[in-house]
């Protein structure tokens, strides 16, 4: 069973790696997955059916064409695609419907699984403290203590605040490029100690569920990975 990732950037692929490996490694006997970062989440192209523009490089840019893809040379397989993103200031439950309804349109012979990440990818390193402290015993606990889980509040200011204390106000003032290197360090080192079944973020408990139910179903031989 071979499973495609795709999503947002790098640090979230880093996150979305760790967590995948940890769910299946009881359940799916034989699996391999790969993991394709992209720069940046993108727009839905107005024309769907058309070939992405020369420069296009964003997830959503370029979905449409990369399911038309898979699907053409996947279908019939054990080839499941997974898609990760992050819902910003937007609502989750439409951009899972909206990213659902491309999937089945474009790829209707692969299974998916949806993941959208509420507000941040960072809002999953967040609801597995243990894993954070781990990675930084140093950290603001107060700060990690008084963030709502899955609240709309700037959430990887909260982590950046929690982990940088008196410097996360220069790096926020900074911006990009700065910002992206430093949300894949920390995305790299919390996730090599997470474990999902600390993890307390409805989204991820959402698409773990997903994820669950995908590898729940038999294959073509009436085998089970579950």
Same mark, same amino acid.
């Given at each position: 069973m071979h499973f495609e990732v795709l999503t947002e950037d790098r640090s979230g692929g880093v996150v979305i790696e760790s967590l995948m490996r940890r769910l299946l490694v009881a359940k799916v006997p034989e699996y391999t997955v790969s993991i394709r970062p992209h720069r940046g989440k993108g727009d839905i192209p107005s024309n769907m059916t058309a070939r992405p523009e020369r420069f296009a490089s964003g997830l959503l840019d370029l979905l449409p064409a990369k399911l038309r893809a898979y699907d053409r040379v996947c279908a019939g397989t054990d080839f499941? #695609?997974?898609?990760?993103?992050? $819902?910003?200031? &937007? $609502? %989750?439950? $439409?951009? &899972?419907? !909206?990213?659902? @309804?491309?999937? !089945? *349109?474009?790829? %209707? +012979?692969? =299974? &998916?699984?949806? +993941?959208?990440?509420?507000?941040e990818t960072? @809002?999953?390193? =967040?609801?597995?403290? *243990? @894993?954070? #402290?781990?990675a930084y015993p140093d950290a603001n606990v107060s700060v990690i203590k008084d963030y709502q889980q899955d609240s709309v509040c700037g959430t990887w200011e909260v982590l950046c605040h929690a982990l940088l204390r008196d410097r996360a106000e220069a790096l926020i003032r900074v911006g990009y490029p700065a910002i992206g290197q430093y949300k894949h360090e920390w995305a790299l080192n919390i996730s090599r100690y997470m474990d999902p079944k600390r993890n307390t973020s409805p989204s991820f408990l959402r698409f773990a569920e997903e994820l669950r139910q995908i590898t729940s179903v038999q294959d073509r031989a009436g085998k089970s990975y579950v």
């Open positions: 499941i #695609l997974v898609v990760i993103m992050d $819902s910003d200031n &937007h $609502s %989750p439950d $439409s951009i &899972h419907k !909206s990213l659902r @309804a491309i999937c !089945s *349109q474009f790829a %209707p +012979g692969l =299974l &998916h699984v949806i +993941g959208v990440c509420v507000e960072e @809002a999953w390193l =967040l609801a597995d403290e *243990q @894993a954070l #402290l781990a």
